[in-house]
């Protein structure tokens, strides 16, 4: 028998003989644009995946070609989200979104670089003017928003709950005159790279009185006073002086909050300020009686804590110079925060939070160039030896204070469960691995280690007898793939593995792992 023969005689459809469910799950590993090619192999391959819905229910091209999308065509009614990035066909693209019947879109992201002012006219406005009115969330990515304000987006989307803009402007003008119509947005992210203009913004605020959460970054103090004046009872509020970058890219995730009864802003953060407290913070937070969670992160120049109104603050985070007077007159004030992060503080504000604050969850410290490393043992020592402490979370960043003789005590404290620790330079390859031995014997399920050259491989295979379920690993460079499995072969309570930047681990590699959830972006702080 030839070897032609031979391989005829053994070939194995697996597409037409497998059971649906198995194929579903192999295909779903396969790009749009593979999907798509997918459909050109056999009849057979074209009816089973043209009549499987579940595969087209998130498109995202990438580099369609004319024919490719041509065909996407008649899968249109079973897309639920789809996103357009920079180098497809826009003309075929575009064409397709304005005259296809796209029923069941709810979901549409845009992912072009900084457009030409025809591609609004020709392509954006049709398209919208088609799918608006059947989308709940759309995502834009460095759109002109003079030539697609906010306001024309709720005119095309009257139905939009989640809205996403990161744009620029170039030109001048505030773009075409939108009707007054209410929406139904209650989630904005905004970040124009040359300022808000406050007019349209005021515009797009009057017109969504149901929104609850508004991110808001590269804005004028002025700008709060249109938010305060148009939005009394936001309850969050994230205002970011320049841009909330990650790497290159702009940060698009809303935060996790459930709306209550209570009407006012519960939530507001403000982040890279370099002027102190502008006076309309101020005069918010001694008036407000509602304020659940405060952060004012990335300042300085700021010689003054603001006042608080508010007795059931529960979240405080301050990026700024902090004293032990200033600190217990805060938690004197709001006995029930449950989240701090401070920065510069001594070892008297950690005991004032440690003593005072009994219902303290999580504790983030960052620098704490004032705490030394007996004033860090004797904290942990009296963490340890608590019978009222509550604290679960804790997160130590850049602290010359924890090292080789203070690392030990965190796997003793008994109602730790979550803990970061980052660019602890003074902590040794050595001393991280009675650490992480430790561990075992603690009740911590959750850790995050980043930038610290004595996290390694054989700190990774130990990390495995501990009873771990999440691992986030950001940015060492002494782990490799191979320390990587020997932490999932011993670890069979891992659930989740964060890897992110470390050595030359390349992602592909991680598909590897069965059973865990693998992710491979930087997580949140």
């Given at each position: 028998m030839s070897i032609a023969a031979e391989s005829k005689t053994h070939f194995k459809d697996f597409v037409s003989e497998l059971p649906y469910d198995i194929i579903t799950t192999v295909l779903l590993n396969l790009s749009s644009e593979q999907l798509l090619e997918c459909l050109h192999v056999s009849t057979v391959w074209n009816l089973r995946l043209l009549n499987n819905p579940i595969l087209w229910r998130d498109v995202e091209l990438t580099d369609?070609?004319?024919?490719?999308?041509?065909?996407?065509?008649?899968?249109?009614?079973?897309?639920?989200?789809l996103t357009i990035c920079d180098n497809v066909d826009q003309e075929a693209t575009f064409r397709l979104l304005s005259k296809s019947n796209f029923d069941n879109l709810k979901s549409l992201a845009l992912k072009l670089e900084m457009p030409e002012a025809s591609v609004y006219d020709d392509y954006i406005?049709?398209?919208?003017?088609?799918?608006?009115?059947?989308?709940?969330?759309?995502?834009?990515?460095?759109?002109?928003?003079?030539?697609?304000?906010?306001?024309?987006?709720?005119?095309?989307?009257?139905?939009?709950?989640?809205?996403?803009?990161?744009?620029?402007?170039?030109?001048?003008?505030?773009?075409?005159?939108?009707?007054?119509?209410?929406?139904?947005?209650?989630?904005?992210?905004?970040?124009?790279?040359?300022?808000?203009?406050?007019?349209?913004?005021?515009?797009?605020?009057?017109?969504?009185?149901k929104l609850q959460q508004l991110h808001i970054s590269y804005c004028m103090y002025e700008i709060l006073d249109v938010i305060f004046e148009c939005c009394p009872d936001l309850p969050y509020l994230n205002y970011n002086m320049a841009a909330m970058q990650q790497g290159n890219e702009v940060r698009m995730e809303f935060a996790?909050?459930?709306?209550?009864?209570?009407?006012?802003?519960?939530?507001?953060?403000?982040?890279?300020?370099?002027?102190?407290?502008?006076?309309?913070?101020?005069?918010?937070t001694q008036t407000?009686?509602?304020?659940?969670?405060?952060?004012?992160?990335?300042?300085?120049?700021?010689?003054?804590?603001?006042?608080?109104?508010?007795?059931?603050?529960?979240?405080?985070?301050?990026?700024?110079?902090?004293?032990?007077?200033?600190?217990?007159?805060?938690?004197?004030q709001c006995p029930l925060i449950q989240d701090v992060m401070l920065t510069h503080v001594n070892a008297e504000c950690l005991f004032i939070l440690i003593r005072q604050l009994a219902q303290l969850r999580k504790l983030h410290l960052t620098g704490a160039e004032d705490v030394e490393e007996h004033d860090m043992q004797r904290f942990l020592m009296y963490c340890k030896s608590s019978n009222s402490l509550v604290l679960n979370t804790l997160v130590l960043d850049r602290c010359r204070s924890v090292t080789d003789a203070t690392i030990g005590y965190l796997a003793d404290l008994p109602t730790l469960r979550e803990i970061t620790l980052k660019d602890n330079d003074n902590v040794t390859e050595a001393g991280m691995n009675m650490f992480v031995e430790k561990l075992q014997y603690s009740n911590v399920s959750h850790i995050q280690l980043g930038t610290m050259d004595a996290v390694t491989d054989v700190t990774l295979a130990r990390l495995g007898a501990a009873h771990l379920e999440t691992v986030s690993l950001l940015a060492?460079?002494?782990?490799?793939?191979?320390?990587?499995?020997?932490?999932?072969d011993h670890a069979p309570s891992l659930r989740q593995l964060h890897v992110f930047d470390c050595g030359d681990i390349e992602n592909s590699a991680l598909s590897a792992f069965n059973g865990i959830k693998v992710c491979t972006t930087k997580p949140l702080s």
């Amino acid at each position: 028998m030839s070897i032609a023969a031979e391989s005829k005689t053994h070939f194995k459809d697996f597409v037409s003989e497998l059971p649906y469910d198995i194929i579903t799950t192999v295909l779903l590993n396969l790009s749009s644009e593979q999907l798509l090619e997918c459909l050109h192999v056999s009849t057979v391959w074209n009816l089973r995946l043209l009549n499987n819905p579940i595969l087209w229910r998130d498109v995202e091209l990438t580099d369609a070609d004319a024919r490719l999308v041509k065909t996407l065509e008649c899968l249109a009614p079973f897309i639920k989200k789809l996103t357009i990035c920079d180098n497809v066909d826009q003309e075929a693209t575009f064409r397709l979104l304005s005259k296809s019947n796209f029923d069941n879109l709810k979901s549409l992201a845009l992912k072009l670089e900084m457009p030409e002012a025809s591609v609004y006219d020709d392509y954006i406005y049709p398209a919208l003017s088609n799918v608006g009115s059947c989308l709940e969330e759309v995502s834009f990515n460095y759109l002109d928003y003079v030539k697609l304000p906010f306001t024309r987006i709720l005119d095309y989307c009257p139905n939009l709950e989640r809205m996403k803009y990161n744009g620029f402007t170039t030109s001048i003008g505030s773009g075409a005159v939108s009707n007054n119509t209410s929406s139904k947005v209650t989630h904005a992210f905004i970040h124009i790279d040359t300022q808000v203009d406050p007019g349209e913004l005021k515009r797009f605020l009057q017109r969504t009185p149901k929104l609850q959460q508004l991110h808001i970054s590269y804005c004028m103090y002025e700008i709060l006073d249109v938010i305060f004046e148009c939005c009394p009872d936001l309850p969050y509020l994230n205002y970011n002086m320049a841009a909330m970058q990650q790497g290159n890219e702009v940060r698009m995730e809303f935060a996790d909050f459930q709306v209550g009864e209570e009407r006012g802003m519960r939530v507001l953060d403000v982040v890279e300020s370099a002027s102190g407290i502008p006076m309309n913070i101020a005069q918010f937070t001694q008036t407000s009686e509602v304020l659940e969670e405060f952060g004012f992160v990335d300042c300085w120049g700021i010689d003054r804590l603001p006042d608080f109104a508010s007795t059931i603050l529960r979240r405080f985070h301050w990026d700024a110079s902090i004293g032990p007077t200033s600190l217990s007159s805060i938690v004197s004030q709001c006995p029930l925060i449950q989240d701090v992060m401070l920065t510069h503080v001594n070892a008297e504000c950690l005991f004032i939070l440690i003593r005072q604050l009994a219902q303290l969850r999580k504790l983030h410290l960052t620098g704490a160039e004032d705490v030394e490393e007996h004033d860090m043992q004797r904290f942990l020592m009296y963490c340890k030896s608590s019978n009222s402490l509550v604290l679960n979370t804790l997160v130590l960043d850049r602290c010359r204070s924890v090292t080789d003789a203070t690392i030990g005590y965190l796997a003793d404290l008994p109602t730790l469960r979550e803990i970061t620790l980052k660019d602890n330079d003074n902590v040794t390859e050595a001393g991280m691995n009675m650490f992480v031995e430790k561990l075992q014997y603690s009740n911590v399920s959750h850790i995050q280690l980043g930038t610290m050259d004595a996290v390694t491989d054989v700190t990774l295979a130990r990390l495995g007898a501990a009873h771990l379920e999440t691992v986030s690993l950001l940015a060492l460079d002494h782990v490799t793939f191979h320390g990587l499995c020997e932490l999932v072969d011993h670890a069979p309570s891992l659930r989740q593995l964060h890897v992110f930047d470390c050595g030359d681990i390349e992602n592909s590699a991680l598909s590897a792992f069965n059973g865990i959830k693998v992710c491979t972006t930087k997580p949140l702080s």
